[in-house]
């Protein structure tokens, strides 16, 4: 399990409106690894989780950017290439919520076109 990946992989899917590829990804990570939350240790997999809970929040309409945010922060088990926490979670958070303007996502409910194309 590579969090970051999934990471990666879900921001790819809602950039290019594939909300369904997204949703998918973290529905069969908390299949897999729901349990953990009972379980002792696992810190970084239980912080990832939590991370991809939000995701799923936000597509709902759930959570705003900040909490999002705060979230992230409060979560962060990523480990970035230049490992600045915050330029990361920034621009993910960012990303996120401008995938779920231009795409109009209210999860389950979107058009797959980007705003203001006809």
């Known amino acids: 399990m590579n969090p970051l990946y999934d990471l990666y992989v879900i921001e790819s899917a809602l950039l290019s409106g594939e909300v369904d ?3 998918n990804l973290i529905s069969r990570n908390r299949k897999k690894y729901g349990h953990v939350e009972k379980q002792e240790g696992m810190s970084e997999l239980k912080g990832h989780m939590r991370v991809l809970n939000g ?3 936000a597509l709902e309409n759930n959570l705003a950017i900040d909490g999002f945010r705060e979230l992230m922060t409060n979560n962060y088990v990523y480990r970035t290439e230049d490992g600045n926490m915050e330029n ?4 993910f958070s960012y990303m996120v919520y401008y995938s779920i303007d231009r795409y109009n996502i209210r999860y389950p409910e979107y058009d797959g076109k980007r705003c203001g194309d006809l």
């Open 21 to 23: 590829d997204a949703v």
């Open 55 to 57: 995701i799923m929040d």
């Open 88 to 91: 990361f979670v920034n621009a």
